[in-house]
């Protein structure tokens, strides 16, 4: 009985032992199990961070490429602007410098026309009457005084007639030419400076129309044909200084009046007056046409 109890408490232990060992082994294989399972879970966490990271890696990179596209296209567009802009800037420069030199061609056909219509050529014309008569008149003397001393008598001749009515066709023509011939409004010498050329003396006239300046006084000139003109309508901006008045024309050129060395401002202040006047009056007649042209 004793030794049937040592055998079935040693079965009891047996079998305990063998549960234990069992449950311990059910136990480590939960454990494995868990922790098999976390870590597929860890996995898993980290393929979809992976997944994510590279989903907004490539759609940042979508982005920057959509970005350098979008600059891209813009560089080009403004580029292309840039090149549209410098082509119509070019053309209207081509425009404004065959406009340029369409009125400078205008303005020396203009000016040559009306150095033909100038009376220089008739003065030069009754200035070699004149000599041809006083050349006839020394003849006709030589003649006599060589009959006389010939004791010849001088024969009738015509030519001092001639000569008296050349020189009244003459005197008429002068007076006709002068009541044809425009007045200057006002006139002056004064230091005028073209562009940026040498500031020189000149004599300027102002006419309705024009102002026609010289190198020197009218009793000093050479002839009649002046060194320049600028016209009223070409003017287009009058600047006033402190000792005078710069001219600036529609092509661009500036003329510069100041007065001379000890000089009274009043003789400038006078001129430019005049001008002012003038140049106003010719604005008021430009819009008046413009508005008429704009009317009709």
């Not at 454990?31 to 860890?42: D, H, M």
């Not at 000016?111 to 000599?131: L, S």
């Not at 230091?191 to 040498?198: A, F, H, L, S, V």
């Not at 190198?215 to 009223?232: A, M, T, Y």
Request: aromatic share 4%; charged share 50%; proline share 2%.
């Amino acid at each position: 009985e004793a030794e049937a109890r040592r055998k079935a408490e040693a079965e009891a232990a047996r079998r305990q032992k063998e549960a234990e060992e069992a449950e311990a082994r059910r136990k480590a294989e939960e454990e494995a199990a868990r922790r098999r399972k976390i870590f597929e879970e860890e996995q898993a966490r980290r393929k979809a961070d992976e997944e994510e990271a590279a989903r907004r890696r490539k759609s940042m990179e979508e982005a920057e490429a959509r970005r350098k596209a979008e600059e891209e296209t813009a560089r080009r567009r403004k580029s292309l602007e840039e090149a549209e802009a410098r082509r119509k800037a070019e053309e209207e420069l081509a425009r404004r410098r065959k406009s340029l030199e369409e009125a400078e061609a205008r303005r020396k056909a203009t000016q040559a026309e009306e150095e033909a219509k100038r009376p220089r050529n008739f003065f030069e014309e009754a200035a070699a009457r004149r000599k041809a008569n006083e050349e006839e008149a020394a003849r006709e003397q030589e003649e006599e005084a060589r009959r006389k001393a010939q004791g010849l008598e001088a024969p009738r001749s015509p030519g001092g007639l001639l000569q008296q009515k050349e020189k009244d066709a003459t005197r008429s023509a002068l007076s006709a030419w002068d009541a044809r011939v425009p007045k200057a409004i006002c006139q002056g010498e004064f230091e005028m400076r073209i562009d940026r050329g040498e500031a020189r003396k000149r004599h300027l006239e102002l006419y309705t129309e024009m102002i026609r300046y010289f190198r020197v006084s009218p009793d000093q000139r050479n002839g009649f044909s002046p060194e320049g003109e600028i016209k009223i309508a070409d003017i287009d901006e009058l600047e006033y200084g402190e000792i005078g008045v710069d001219l600036k024309t529609e092509t661009g050129r500036i003329y510069s009046i100041r007065p001379l060395l000890g000089q009274e401002a009043s003789e400038l202040d006078a001129f430019s007056g005049k001008l002012e006047e003038l140049f106003e009056a010719d604005e008021m007649t430009s819009e008046e046409e413009g508005s008429e042209s704009d009317d009709s």
